[in-house]
């Protein structure tokens, strides 16, 4: 049998820089199945064969004969269907295995790395070759490295939940499935309000997850003013009030002179003698003038500092705009990575709340 050799594959060693180093996709596998495989049984003691009636496992072995065939053949796709339908008959890690193989030359990355993880669930034994297995842990492996988990969450009734272009799911509720590593767009729409979109990229082994939120756009509405001292125009138009006010008891003052004014010169013309010139009724007279004066010039500011005061007001008049969903802080996004060294293993997380 054949065997595909992986080259390049180096878990736990080197230096810090080749673990940081982009690993290579999964090469194409050139490994064929085997003209005599069989289906490991070892009776109900196998937890792969627990449950599973001889009929069921024949049929299945037979499908797996079939897909096999397909597979040295490289009819990958109609191969694939015979393992698919094997497996709903027995669920077996070596149909998983095979299918995995015929995935992989399909670019279906996904379902190749889901079936390989079925494939080594139970070890060596029902691939009944160490080097199957070795070659499984290994696609695993590399697989992984091309693959990321999402979890996308909407509570907005109604709403319609979109991954990269197709509908998941209408909110309120959640959607999880696993993607290509790269970047993806997550969008949340609805009659009335924002739509939402996202477009992060999601790294190799990220569990990443968001919670995809909608406002109308009154909510995303937001003001400001030219400059924060809203009291000054309002000032400046009171302190016109009061100028003005001030205008009108000067001008109530001069018309109390030249009452006073005319009063005297009545009295003086009382005995048809007239009224002599005396400074007290010049200055009388001139005091009426002078308070008349300011009087209009108290007007005059007043009314100025009024105009000015209300155009000041306009300019600095709450003007409205609009700010993005994510500004308002409430969004929830985390992707959790994994992170193997030479010494250990761990996690990265990242995320805002």
Request: hydrophobic residues 40%.
């Amino acid at each position: 049998m054949n065997k595909l050799i992986v080259v390049a594959l180096c878990l736990g060693v080197g230096t810090a820089a080749a673990d940081d180093a982009p690993q290579p996709p999964p090469q194409k596998p050139n490994e064929k199945a085997g003209s005599n495989e069989s289906l490991q049984n070892g009776g109900d003691v196998r937890p792969w064969a627990q449950g599973v009636s001889q009929p069921e496992q024949q049929q299945a072995l037979k499908l797996f004969h079939d897909g096999n065939v397909s597979l040295n053949d490289g009819l990958f796709a109609k191969a694939a269907d015979s393992y698919r339908e094997a497996l709903k008959h027995w669920d077996h890690p070596a149909i998983h295995y095979n299918l995995a193989l015929a995935q992989m030359n399909l670019d279906q990355t996904i379902e190749a790395y889901d079936n390989m993880q079925a494939a080594v669930k139970y070890g060596e034994a029902p691939l009944q070759s160490k080097d199957k297995f070795d070659n499984a842990k290994q696609y695993v492996v590399l697989l992984e490295k091309q693959v990321a988990s999402v979890s996308v969450a909407c509570d907005k009734p109604g709403a319609k939940v979109s991954l990269d272009g197709k509908e998941v799911f209408v909110a309120p509720g959640k959607f999880e499935t696993r993607v290509l590593t790269g970047k993806h767009q997550f969008v949340a729409e609805k009659q009335g309000y924002t739509t939402r979109i996202n477009a992060p990229y999601i790294g190799p082994g990220e569990k990443f997850r968001i919670e995809l939120k909608l406002y109308t756009a009154d909510e995303l509405t937001r003001y400001h003013r030219k400059w924060d001292a809203t009291w000054m125009p309002w000032a400046v138009m009171g302190a016109g009030v009061v100028v003005v006010g001030a205008g009108a008891l000067f001008e109530l003052s001069a018309n109390s002179s030249y009452s006073d004014y005319d009063h005297k010169v009545e009295q003086c013309n009382m005995n048809n003698a007239g009224c002599p010139s005396s400074k007290a009724l010049t200055d009388l007279r001139s005091s009426g003038d002078s308070k008349k004066t300011l009087g209009y010039v108290g007007y005059g500011v007043g009314a100025a500092a009024v105009v000015v005061g209300a155009a000041l007001a306009y300019i600095n008049r709450p003007e409205a705009y609009q700010i993005r969903a994510e500004d308002l802080g409430d969004e929830k996004q985390v992707s959790v990575t994994p992170i193997l060294t030479p010494d250990g293993a761990g996690a990265s997380i990242q995320g805002h709340f």
